[in-house]
C-alpha cells in the first residue's frame, strides 16, 4: 500500500517551512501584517508571491487602501 504524506492540518498544496529572522524584522511584519489584517504567515506568502511574481509588494493594492477604514 502507497504511504500517505500527512499535511498536519494545513491547506491541500501548502508547503511549512522554518527560517530564521532578525526580531526587529518580525516586529515590523507583524505590524504591517496587522495593517493588512493578516496573519504574518499571510502577509510573508502574499508577498513573496507578488515580488516572484515581479509586482512591488511594498504598498498594498488599491482596492485594498480604498477598503480601509480611517
Do not use: C, W, Y
Request: glycine content about 4%; overall charge positive.
Amino acid at each position: 500500500m502507497a504511504q500517505r504524506k500527512q499535511n498536519h492540518g494545513r491547506a491541500p498544496g501548502k508547503t511549512q517551512i522554518s527560517i530564521s529572522l532578525p526580531q526587529n524584522l518580525v516586529e515590523r511584519i507583524d505590524k504591517l501584517a496587522d495593517q493588512e489584517n493578516r496573519n504574518r504567515s499571510n502577509f510573508i506568502a502574499t508577498h513573496l508571491e507578488r515580488l516572484a511574481d515581479g509586482t512591488l509588494a511594498s504598498e498594498p493594492d488599491a482596492s485594498f487602501k480604498s477598503s480601509r477604514k480611517k
